[in-house]
């Protein structure tokens, strides 16, 4: 008789979900660094709008960055297998595409 196999444990830490954990949307980003941290602040900026609050701030060491930005590569390998390609226009940066300042509309001449 062949025994049926044990499941598999939780890789890493059970996390613990508060019932009054605030979600923020953010679909803006600045980085910075330290030679011993990682700070990345996110912010929601409106369409028309020149200034964007920060809503949250995410303090991490060098290690824990680079091994999000594997976690996140592999997930977003994941999104797009099951979604389609993530298009990103070619003629910037992503960063210029996903964290530039937002650029109103041009200055409306004097009316003569």
Known sequence: MTTP???QKPVGPTLELPADLELI????????HSPSDIVIDFAHLLPG????????????TPLSA????KA???NIGRYEAAFGEINVPNNTSLADNLFKPFQGPPPESPKE
Do not use: G, H, T
């Open 49 to 60: 709008e020149a200034r964007a609050k920060i809503r949250s701030r995410v303090v991490m």
């Open 5 to 7: 196999p044990l499941p």
């Open 72 to 74: 996140l590569a592999e």
């Open 66 to 69: 680079k091994l999000l930005v």
């Open 25 to 32: 949307y953010a679909n803006l980003a600045r980085i910075a």
